[in-house]
C-alpha cells in the first residue's frame, strides 16, 4: 500500500508570495490533516478534511486555507507568505473514525525569504 | 503554554543505557499516541493507549498511560543507536478526529 505523498519536498518563497502544497491519502483513507512544525512550536494543527468537508480547525489565520477533493486528494494554500511560515508542512491521513492512528507524509519544507 | 509538556527535551545517552521519556498536561485525554520521527521523514506512529493505567509494549519500548489519563511515559530499555530520533507524544479527544495535541517532543540521542 503506497503512503501519504506530500508534493513538494522542498518549495523556496518570497514574502508576499502564496503557495499551494498537495497530498495524496493513502487509498481508502478518507479524513487529510494539516499540521505545521517549527523548531520553536513543534507540531501545530491546521485543518482536518473529511469527505471534503472541513471537519476541525486549528488556530491560524484565514490566509492558511484547505480543500478536499472528491478522490480525498488534499491541497493547502497559504497566501501573502511571511517569513514566519517558513516551516515543515505535514499531511496524515487516517480513515476519519474513531482513534484513527495518523499517517504522516514527510512534508514540504517552505521557506519564506 | 503548552497544552502537553514533555521532558526531557533532549536526551544523550550510551548504547545499552535504559531512558524514560515523560509527557505531562493538565488535561485529560480520551487517548495518548506516541510517535517517532527521523530527519527528513513525518512521524510514525508507535503506539497508542486508551485505558487509564494502561502499558503496552513494543519490543524494548514499553509505554504506560496514566491512571487519571493526563500524562504518559515511555521507558526504553537497552537502547540502540537506532532507536535515535525525536519523540513526540500526542494527546486526543473524543470529539477531536484527527486534531492531537502534540508535545515539543524529546530529541534522544543514542550513541555508539
Known amino acids: 500500500k503506497a503512503g501519504v505523498t506530500q508534493t513538494p519536498r522542498y518549495l523556496i518563497k518570497t514574502r508576499g508570495q502564496q503557495v499551494t502544497l498537495s497530498c495524496s491519502p493513502i487509498s481508502g483513507h478518507r479524513s487529510v490533516s494539516w499540521y505545521q512544525q517549527t523548531p520553536g512550536q513543534g507540531l501545530q494543527f491546521l485543518f482536518e478534511?473529511?469527505?471534503?468537508?472541513?471537519?476541525n480547525k486549528g488556530n491560524f489565520p484565514g490566509r492558511f486555507s484547505g480543500r478536499q477533493f472528491s478522490n480525498s486528494r488534499s491541497e493547502m494554500n497559504v497566501s501573502t507568505l511571511e517569513l514566519g511560515d517558513s516551516a515543515l508542512y505535514l499531511c496524515?491521513?487516517?480513515?476519519?473514525?474513531?482513534?484513527?492512528?495518523?499517517?504522516f507524509g514527510n512534508g514540504t519544507r517552505l521557506t519564506v525569504t | 503554554t503548552q497544552l502537553l509538556e514533555q521532558s526531557p527535551q533532549f536526551l544523550s545517552i550510551q548504547e545499552g543505557e535504559n531512558l524514560t521519556v515523560y509527557c505531562n498536561s493538565s488535561s485529560v485525554f480520551s487517548s495518548l499516541q506516541w510517535y517517532r520521527q527521523e530527519p527528513g521523514e513525518g512521524p510514525v506512529l508507535l503506539v497508542t493507549v486508551v485505558t487509564g493505567g494502561e502499558v503496552k509494549k513494543l519490543k524494548r519500548l514499553t509505554f504506560q498511560f496514566g491512571d487519571a489519563r493526563k500524562d504518559s511515559s515511555l521507558h526504553i530499555t537497552a537502547a540502540q543507536p537506532g532507536d535515535t530520533g525525536l519523540y513526540l507524544c500526542a494527546g486526543a479527544w473524543e470529539t477531536s478526529g484527527s486534531r492531537l495535541t502534540f508535545g515539543e517532543g524529546t530529541q534522544l540521542t543514542v550513541n555508539p
Open positions: 478534511y473529511f469527505s471534503e468537508t472541513q471537519r
Open positions: 496524515a491521513s487516517s480513515p476519519g473514525e474513531g482513534f484513527s492512528p495518523l499517517h
